[in-house]
């Protein structure tokens, strides 16, 4: 027998056909506008100058189906790879520069799903194997990924219309491979599979049926997950001697612990949502931010909180006016009935609606306001 070069003609099985790629390509088509539409809302939370104050679970909700949406992508891409790769084998090799171009962009393609895909999952189990900043690196990869997506679906909407506008068929006579509706079964089942094992994570009712739901991976302490813990972040338990230092311009003020529990208290019920996917309901109990300023008779404005930890991406973080304004927005003294832990902040921490976890500073020790 003479040794060759596989081509496309020899990959004969059922399910390397252009109708289940149209309709793989289509369901990842939304799990990638999901994930990227949802992930600009996330960029803007983050270092955007604006962010809305209500509904309070409103980034709970564009976070759990960013990470979701990703999550569901991942048995939807390799299942879409496996329809698609005779067509590498595709002669001629290059042929034209149209052609060259072709295949180069969908090595951006598939480089940059990939790419997305994989630091986004080692992302939402807290993992970060590499050198570089997850979250830029993300964020560029975003636009490249959204970027080649949309020149693919161009080149291919001939063959995309083709594909969606016939009917899946029975298999073919005397075919002996997984017949084309068996496999588009088999992909959704492992795409509910993987959706069930982690939704858990900001899906209150699956808490209890997700095996792989990261939420708690390092315990959970006073009935929330713990993200950054005050060993990671090299702080220590504040003394009878530890005071907020409170600065607004031509002016500052001191307050101790004592003197913060002794303004009137208000307790909210808010979620912290995490970049990483997992949210979290909570009771806080603490001094709203506003009434704080009014007390020591500070004006209003932005409020800049820096944190007593002394390094660290998330030691500082921007109220903006109206998350300043908002009755929800507290100084948070206590988390579920009790004083916060540690690791939750203590002495006190920022907590208002809808902000993402990364923002919602701990073990406070600053508060500087410009009106
Ligand atoms: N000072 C400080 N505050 C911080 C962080 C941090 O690294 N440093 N991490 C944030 C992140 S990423 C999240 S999700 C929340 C988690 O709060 P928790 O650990 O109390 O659940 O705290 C936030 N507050
Ligand atoms: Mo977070």
Not at 260 to 267: F, M
């Amino acid at each position: 027998m003479k040794l060759r070069a596989p081509r496309q003609q020899d990959f004969t099985a059922d399910l390397h056909d252009v109708r289940v790629a149209a309709r793989l390509g289509l369901l990842l088509g939304i799990a990638f506008g999901l994930c990227f539409v949802t992930g600009l809302i996330s960029h803007i939370g983050q270092h955007g100058s604006w962010w809305p104050t209500r509904p309070v679970n409103f980034y709970r909700i564009t976070q759990g189906v960013h990470v979701l949406a990703g999550i569901a992508a991942v048995p939807l891409l390799l299942a879409k790879l496996w329809t698609v790769y005779p067509i590498l084998f595709a002669r001629p090799v290059f042929g034209s520069v149209a052609r060259a171009l072709e295949r180069a962009s969908i090595l951006i393609l598939i480089a940059a799903a990939f790419f997305q895909l994989a630091t986004g999952l080692f992302n939402s189990a807290q993992s970060y194997p590499w050198t570089f900043t997850f979250v830029p690196t993300h964020y560029a990869g975003a636009w490249l990924a959204a970027g080649a997506i949309i020149l693919h679906i161009a080149a291919k909407l001939p063959k995309i219309r083709e594909g969606l506008g016939s009917p899946v068929g029975a298999p073919e006579p005397g075919s002996r491979s997984l017949s084309r509706r068996s496999f588009l079964a088999t992909t959704g089942f492992a795409v509910g599979a993987a959706f069930v094992a982690t939704a858990g994570a900001t899906v209150p009712w699956l808490y209890r049926v997700s095996p792989l739901s990261w939420r708690s991976a390092n315990g959970g302490e006073q009935g929330l997950p713990i993200n950054r813990t005050a060993q990671s972040a090299q702080v220590t338990r504040a003394g009878d001697d530890w005071r907020l230092a409170i600065h607004w311009p031509g002016s500052s003020k001191q307050l101790s612990r004592a003197e913060l529990a002794a303004l009137p208290q208000r307790t909210h019920v808010l979620p912290i949502a995490c970049v990483e996917g997992w949210s979290q309901t909570a009771t806080w109990s603490g001094v709203p931010v506003s009434e704080l300023l009014r007390a020591v008779g500070a004006p209003t404005g932005e409020v800049r909180v820096t944190s007593m930890e002394k390094a660290g991406q998330y030691r500082t973080s921007v109220l903006h006016p109206d998350h300043v304004r908002d009755p929800l927005t507290l100084l948070a003294l206590q988390i579920n009935g009790a004083d916060l832990s540690l690791n939750h902040g203590y002495p006190c921490r920022i907590i208002a609606a809808t902000r993402p976890g990364v923002t919602q500073t701990k073990w406070v020790g600053e508060l500087r306001v410009r009106p």
